[in-house]
Antibody, heavy 123, light 108 residues
Framework: EVQLVQSGAEVKKPGESLTISCEGF????????IGWVRQRPGKGLEWMGI????????RYSPSFQGQVTLSVDESFTTAYLHWSSLQASDSAMYYC????????????????WGQGTLVTVSS | SYELTQPPSVSLSPGQTANIFCSGD??????AYWYQQKPGQAPVLVIY???ERPPWIPERFSASTSGTTGTLTISGVQAEDEADYYC???????????FGGGTKVTVL
């Protein structure tokens, strides 16, 4: 069974750094892209970016370029989302998700999701 | 930046057919994907590559695209289908993914 297991909820102060994680189980981690999605309270889904664990190729949404950093540790089958300096506006639920694959190759959608990590930034 | 537009809400009675629309300029060239999200849960993929249904999704869910509008159809809606539904696609370059604003489906 494919599973993405994310790290637990975080409470941080503005200006602090933070890294949250997403560990993949039940599939070959290095051969599927991992994406990150933000959902602010009561709001919709926002695509942040995507990373390929096999070679760390990364694409960022223009809205998040320079604001966050995606990385992977393939030996630990884990993807990471990092902020160097949090702002109150970063308070949200963050999901990791696996880019699906069909017989023709990768699809432009997510076929498995983590349970989400709630990040609260408050002074 | 590229945008996908969805109506904010749809209300209907059990057994009726729900049509949820998603408008985007690149949809004639890029596939639409649809997700269901229930309160307090992560999203679930219900349609991929415009019309394909994952094996874990009931047959009452289907989708199509005509021109710049994608449509998710729930035939014979049930109380358990009450959720937020999001369309998702990519821009014309294929590099950047985007979600629609979501449609809240209420089953009265």
């Amino acid at each position: 069974e494919v599973q993405l297991v994310q790290s637990g909820a975080e409470v941080k102060k503005p200006g602090e750094s933070l890294t949250i994680s997403c560990e993949g189980f039940g599939y070959t981690f290095t051969t599927y892209w991992i994406g990150w999605v933000r959902q602010r309270p009561g709001k919709g889904l926002e695509w942040m970016g995507i990373i390929y664990p096999g070679d760390s190729e990364t694409r960022y949404s223009p809205s998040f370029q320079g604001q966050v950093t995606l990385s992977v540790d393939e030996s630990f089958t884990t993807a990471y989302l990092h902020w160097s300096s949090l702002q109150a506006s970063d308070s949200a639920m963050y999901y990791c998700a696996r880019r699906g694959v069909n017989i023709f190759g990768p699809i432009e959608g997510f076929d498995a999701w983590g349970q989400g990590t709630l990040v609260t930034v408050s002074s | 930046s590229y945008e996908l537009t969805q109506p904010p809400s749809v209300s209907l009675s059990p057994g009726q057919t729900a049509n949820i629309f998603c408008s985007g300029d690149a949809l004639p060239r890029q596939s639409a994907y649809w997700y269901q999200q229930k309160p307090g849960q992560a999203p679930v993929l219900v349609i991929y590559k415009g019309t394909e249904r994952p094996p874990w999704i009931p047959e009452r869910f289907s989708a199509s695209t005509s021109g710049t509008t994608g449509t998710l159809t729930i035939s014979g809606v049930q109380a358990e289908d009450e959720a937020d539904y999001y369309c998702q696609s990519v821009d014309s370059s294929g590099s950047y993914w985007v979600f629609g604003g979501g449609t809240k489906v209420t089953v009265l």
